[in-house]
């Protein structure tokens, strides 16, 4: 299978923040004949161990490589006696990108088709047309005629996710919903693939865990970190960039097309600088891509696997995202591949070094 149709499956799959199970279901298949004894932990993390070199030898190092499979999305709140449904959001979604949208509808029938909608335009005055609608003035419409039609297919506490197709255009970028973080779930996949074909040289556990929850918390990977308890961990995320017409130069994040960015400080996170140093290093001597993250923004599950037990030495590789948490985001698979490779160099590089 090829990245591009990798990443689709991901991408296409439904996986707000608690109900991965979907997400988590192609992922285990897909890596099932690389490590069959991938298990769910009580968070519903899917973690799966390779174990390299000699398998009793006291210094090995354990790794911890983490991706989380969790998208934004919504959550009903409210069935309308005429058949639309109120929603709040699940994880960080700007209101300006939900107006108009089409979206999935998970109730107990299975998935349905809705449109995120609101007052139309000809009834709005000067003041409502100049903002954007709040979350609370919004609601799912799935065709019912009433809220008693609406209740035979959908409750309280459904999820819904953006619908919207995976497609490349441009040279070489891609653009989905859930690219945050289904694309550092695939190269996730692909550096699993990569080491089973040529084993690392070195005594090394790589851990791999595909997370649940970060968009609402962090607390699958606070859980999955605890359970491993790495030495160190490499984060593969996607990062809002805003490298587009109108942003400073100084407040641009990264650039599309600039390769993986390595990131030394965010809000939640300063990342190790023996890891930070490495990963820029071997990015020159492997020619890979590499940018480093420039603005101060955001956080990931960085946040919580480095403060876990004794502490964990812990970097982040992120494929440079522009529009991230709307049903548009955009990346290159240049960039993609970078991060994919960076990462593996790191886990080659980590267990036959004495450095970090």
Avoid: W
């Amino acid at each position: 299978m090829t990245s591009e149709k990798l990443i689709e499956r991901l991408c296409s799959a439904f996986g707000p923040s608690g109900r991965e199970e979907a997400v988590a279901g192609l992922i285990k298949k897909e890596i099932s004949d690389i490590c069959p004894n991938a298990v769910y932990d009580r968070m519903g993390n899917l973690i799966a161990v390779m174990r390299f070199g000699d398998t009793s030898a006291e210094k090995r190092k354990r790794v911890m490589i983490s991706a989380h499979m969790d998208e934004v999305g919504f959550m009903i709140n409210e069935i309308k006696s005429n058949g639309t449904l109120g929603f709040d959001t699940v994880g960080g979604i700007n209101e300006s990108v939900m107006a108009g949208r089409r979206v999935s509808v998970l109730g107990e029938g299975g998935l349905m088709t809705g449109i995120i909608a609101s007052k139309a335009i000809h009834h709005k005055d000067k003041k409502e047309r100049e903002k954007a609608v709040k979350t609370e003035k919004l609601y799912i419409d799935i065709g019912a005629a009433d809220g008693d039609e609406a209740k035979k297919y959908v409750s309280v506490g459904d999820f819904a996710v953006f619908d919207s197709p995976f497609y490349t255009f441009g040279e070489g970028l891609v653009k989905a919903k859930a690219l945050d973080d289904r694309m550092g779930c695939a190269a996730m996949i692909q550096t699993m693939r990569a080491l089973k074909k040529q084993p690392p040289e070195g005594d090394l556990d790589a851990c791999f865990c595909f997370t649940v929850r970060e968009e609402i918390g962090l607390s699958g990977a606070k859980a999955a970190a605890y359970r491993i308890k790495p030495d160190i961990a490499i984060v593969l995320e996607t990062t809002a960039i805003a490298d587009i017409e109108g942003v400073d130069p100084s407040g641009r994040v990264a650039d599309v097309g600039g390769g993986v960015v390595v990131s030394v400080m965010d809000r939640s996170t300063i990342y190790c600088r023996p890891l930070v140093d490495l990963a820029l290093r071997l990015g020159k001597q492997k020619g890979i891509k590499a940018q480093v993250k420039r603005y101060v923004s955001g956080g990931n599950d960085a946040g919580t696997i480095h403060k876990t037990g004794e502490g964990v030495k812990t970097v982040a590789l992120s494929v440079p995202t522009r529009y991230l948490h709307s049903p548009a985001c955009v990346a290159s698979m240049e960039d993609y591949h970078s991060q994919q490779r960076l990462c593996e160099e790191i886990l080659r590089a980590v267990c036959s070094t004495e450095e970090i």
